[in-house]
């Protein structure tokens, strides 16, 4: 399931850099509301790849990166966040 997951992923990513120059769109010179319409494309490419990184970051933050915890966790054992910060103390990780 992982490893589908990563693929998953990986696709997801190749086809938003893929679209982020509209190839289709060269060479016309369509107005829409005063600005291009290449602009447009841009505009709403931004918008679509901020939602799509924001679920990666919320649901697959590290995968193909960090090992499964004990429990197919990928987040490990060790917290992240300020509510985290208190258990390794001031200084961070002890060598």
Do not use: C, K, Y
Not at 11 to 37: C, H, K, Q, R
Not at 48 to 55: G, Y
Not at 79 to 89: C, M
């Amino acid at each position: 399931m992982r490893r589908n997951e990563v693929w998953g992923w990986l696709v997801v990513g190749l086809v938003l850099a893929g679209l982020a120059i509209p190839w289709f769109l060269w060479g016309s010179a369509t107005v829409v509301a005063g600005l291009p319409v290449w602009l447009w494309w841009h505009v709403g490419w931004m918008g679509l790849a901020s939602l799509v990184f924001w679920l990666f970051a919320q649901r697959a933050w590290g995968i193909g990166i960090e090992s499964a915890g004990s429990d197919g966790d990928s987040s490990g054992s060790r917290g992240v966040g300020p509510e985290s910060a208190h258990e390794t103390g001031p200084g961070g990780d002890t060598p």
